[in-house]
């Protein structure tokens, strides 16, 4: 196994060095289609990417160019979004409904994306509507350049693990619960690289095997790609030594279990060193997690705590009815998308939105519909503070950054709250929980110009509004800072009939 992975990265060196002039492609070509699973001992029409449910993984090495043409064969408009890739000055590709438009059934979009200055273990999921509860998903591992020094050995063998809830209602049956304004059931099951507990359905543990060889050290990456609930994963009677999250390698700490929040990304390093013949994976939803669980790891990193930040925003998520309806919101507002995706709005000036539309603060008032977007300039530093003040767990992502998770608590943030926080080796990520009745504080260098999509990973509260656009821009609209419109953008709702490179008078 071993020698395999020698002579793999031999080979990547001979083809860097062959095309050096240019970094890597790696071209992928997707077809999405619907196909029978049964995950949890029921057929399920699943979306499935060139036949398999999960996707496939994507493999690539930092800098790495990704061309990906993906052919929407569903009977219904489709778009994946990558969590995680940072798409640095080009979230053009981000492929969430604020960005990108969809591809119409029967169509095909080629992303083109670049990994850029990227390690780590992230995923990809289709974004609209309810798809994720279809699956439509897979992982993405970016290694590290060759001679760039990986703080351990290389493993033995590395293993995607995808996690997540499951129901046995089809997404299109949820997305109707959730437009008549009701909320969902408790997921049905919990899946492992899609597939359910062995003979169990219902709430019981999940458990697959691995085959491996006695004394050696595998990695696993882990990422909860689920709708909801935060897992607890372990291998019974091993260790897990925490290795990587979401791009940055951390200081290695081992752990018996670990909890993988909705959206959250792992690797760990696991050592084949008791008696049996297998490792045993369990992963199972716990619900009495709070503030006094796991701290976030600390990790050696630039000294983004002697930088001021020069903005604070306060977000409190709400959950609540607007006509009789369920709703979730963020400062008050419950996001409506609109018909036209923002960035391209933005681009071709066809308005549609307003910026400030969603406060800095909480505004205490009731629940309200809008198309929230928050003006920021490029460059600045900020200090976002997420307060959760329900009894669930909360676990938010933004697109287009890595943050660094300075401070998490129970109770109120106050100003006071700051002298807590770890301004010397906390960890950078792009998914961090908030727990129940609890805060947690952000510090984001805004360094990538775009439209750039802040939400919780509770799919259903997504879906609802619990997210909003942040709108990082910069006056220059230099190149230097942002990537034109690609070429092969498709344009719908007020930007159809426009042209992606518009000719200048
Ligand atoms: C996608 O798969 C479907 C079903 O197998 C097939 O009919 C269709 O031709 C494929 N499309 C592409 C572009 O490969
Ligand atoms: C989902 O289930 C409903 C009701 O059983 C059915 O009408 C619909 O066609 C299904 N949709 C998909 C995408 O399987
Ligand atoms: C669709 O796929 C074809 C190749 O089959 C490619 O030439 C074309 O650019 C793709 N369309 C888009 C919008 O990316
Ligand atoms: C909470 O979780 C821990 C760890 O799984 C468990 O030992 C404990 O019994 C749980 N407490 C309650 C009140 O459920
Ligand atoms: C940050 O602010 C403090 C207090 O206002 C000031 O003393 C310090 O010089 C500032 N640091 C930087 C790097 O600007």
Not at 250 to 263: A, E, K, N, P, R
Not at 391 to 419: C, E, K, P, T
Request: charged share 15%.
């Amino acid at each position: 196994m071993r020698l395999k992975l020698a002579a793999l990265s031999a080979l990547l060196v001979v083809i860097f060095t062959a095309v050096n002039a240019e970094d890597p492609y790696r071209f992928f070509t997707w077809n999405v289609t619907y196909g029978d699973i049964y995950p949890l001992g029921v057929r399920q029409q699943g979306i499935l990417i060139n036949g398999q449910f999960p996707g496939p993984d994507i493999h690539s090495v930092t800098n790495d160019n990704l061309i990906i043409n993906v052919f929407n064969s569903l009977p219904e408009p489709f778009l994946l979004s990558w969590n995680g890739i940072l798409q640095r000055r080009n979230s053009w590709q981000d492929g969430v409904y604020g960005t990108t438009c969809p591809i119409p059934p029967g169509r095909n979009f080629t992303y083109t994306l670049q990994v850029k200055d990227q390690i780590g273990s992230f995923f990809y999921f289709p974004s609209l509507a309810f798809q994720k509860a279809a699956g439509g998903y897979g992982a993405i591992r970016v290694l590290s350049r060759p001679r760039i020094p990986v703080p351990f050995d290389d493993p033995a063998g590395d293993y995607t693990i995808l996690i997540g809830d499951f129901y046995k209602s089809n997404h299109t049956s949820l997305k109707a619960i959730l437009d008549r304004g009701k909320k969902l059931k408790f997921p049905d099951g919990i899946l492992i690289n899609g597939r359910g507990p062995n003979g169990i359905t219902g709430s019981g543990p999940s458990g697959i095997s691995f085959p491996v060889e006695q004394g050696k050290t595998y990695r696993f990456r882990i990422s909860n790609v689920g709708l909801q609930n935060s897992l607890n994963f372990r291998i019974q009677n091993h260790k897990l030594k925490l290795v990587e999250v979401e791009g940055t390698h951390s200081v290695q700490t081992s752990y018996s279990w670990l909890d993988v929040h909705v959206g959250q990304s792992y690797s760990v390093l696991v050592t084949a060193d008791q008696p049996s013949q297998d490792f045993y994976i369990v992963v199972s939803s716990r619900t009495n997690l709070t503030a006094s669980g796991p701290r976030p790891n600390p990790q050696g990193s630039y000294h983004y705590g002697l930088i001021n930040t020069t903005r604070t925003i306060k977000l409190v998520s709400g959950a609540g009815q607007v006509n009789g309806k369920q709703r979730y919101a963020v400062n008050s507002v419950s996001f409506v998308p609109t018909d036209t995706p923002l960035k391209l709005a933005d681009f071709f000036k066809l308005g549609g939105f307003r910026l400030g539309s969603i406060s800095d603060r909480p505004t205490g008032g009731g629940i309200y519909q809008d198309t929230s977007v928050m003006a920021a300039d490029f460059r600045a530093y900020i200090e976002i503070i997420f307060e959760n003040q329900e009894n669930i767990v909360q676990s938010w992502h933004l697109d287009g950054y890595s943050f660094f998770v300075v401070g998490m608590d129970g109770g109120i943030w106050s100003a006071d709250s700051r002298n807590q926080y770890n301004l010397r080796d906390a960890i950078a990520r792009c998914t961090t929980q908030v727990y129940p009745n609890s805060w947690t504080a952000i510090y984001v260098a805004l360094d990538n110009v775009g439209m750039w999509n802040l939400r919780t990973e509770f799919w259903a509260r997504q879906y609802l509004g619990q997210q909003f656009y942040l709108r990082v821009y910069s006056p220059v609209e230099s190149i230097r800072d942002e990537f034109p419109i690609p070429r092969n953008a498709r344009l719908c709702g007020k930007a159809a009939g426009r042209h992606t490179r518009p000719v200048k008078p």
